[in-house]
T-cell receptor
Framework: EAGVTQSPTHLIKTRGQQATLRCSPI?????VYWYQQALGLGLQFLLW???????NRGNFPPRFSGRQFPNYSSELNVNALELEDSALYLC?????????????FGQGTRLTVV | DQQVKQNSPSLSVQEGRISILNCDYT??????FLWYKKYPAEGPTFLIS?????DKNEDGRFTVFLNKSAKHLSLHIVPSQPGDSAVYFC???????????FGAGTTVTVRA
């Protein structure tokens, strides 16, 4: 069974540009989470999508946005890129059964803003 | 507002000995706790979890202990192996809000 897949693995953008990151969850998982891991820091929660809707959002500016498609894959968009957006962006997926369960992570997308 | 805290950024342990990683949380709504392991340039890998209705969960060399009154959990790795060298993240979630809140991580180095 395929795990969570993210693309691209690496992305280099110029300040002010837009970045689009993609995530395909594990088959059968309806929830997708996005996290940012900046250098030397822990995982900061960005967004949670379930059944196509945004369920929760972390403490990030509106230029961080995303969506979930009918096949449960997801995109994270970062507009007006800033140097401090350089980080590892991790996507995770989980089943939503009404109770807590573990989330499984992809390999991440390393975004570098120059 | 860091609701999950790992106050030890690093831990060095000799191969074969016990590794004990600690985690504290502040949100009393958290009722599910997890530990993840992360190697450089890879995504976190789920290790073990515990529900708030339990105070201990064991899986092979890994045991997680939960002290709800102290809002504290710990991960024990016995015996520690060189392949255990990684960053370990503590995470927590609450019923109906399944996003995970992570600690800052503890880097474990297992010495031969």
């Amino acid at each position: 069974e395929a795990g969570v897949t993210q693309s691209p693995t690496h992305l280099i953008k110029t300040r002010g540009q837009q970045a689009t990151l993609r995530c395909s969850p594990i088959s059968g998982h309806t929830s997708v989470y996005w996290y940012q891991q900046a250098l030397g820091l822990g995982l900061q929660f960005l967004l949670w999508y379930d059944e196509g809707e945004e369920r929760n959002r972390g403490n990030f500016p509106p230029r961080f946005s995303g969506r979930q498609f009918p096949n449960y894959s997801s995109e994270l968009n970062v507009n007006a890129l800033e140097l401090e957006d350089s980080a590892l962006y991790l996507c995770a997926s989980s089943v939503t059964t009404g109770s807590n369960t573990e989330a499984f992570f992809g390999q991440g997308t390393r975004l570098t803003v120059v | 507002d860091q609701q999950v805290k790992q106050n030890s950024p690093s831990l060095s342990v000799q191969e074969g000995r016990i590794s004990i990683l600690n985690c504290d949380y502040t949100n009393s709504m958290f009722d599910y706790f997890l530990w993840y392991k992360k190697y450089p340039a890879e995504g976190p890998t789920f290790l073990i979890s515990i529900s708030s209705i339990k105070d201990k969960n064991e899986d092979g060399r890994f045991t997680v202990f939960l002290n709800k009154s102290a809002k504290h959990l710990s991960l024990h790795i016995v015996p520690s192996q060189p392949g255990d060298s990684a960053v370990y993240f503590c995470a927590a979630s609450a019923t109906n809000d399944y996003k995970l809140s992570f600690g800052a991580g503890t880097t474990v180095t297992v010495r031969a």
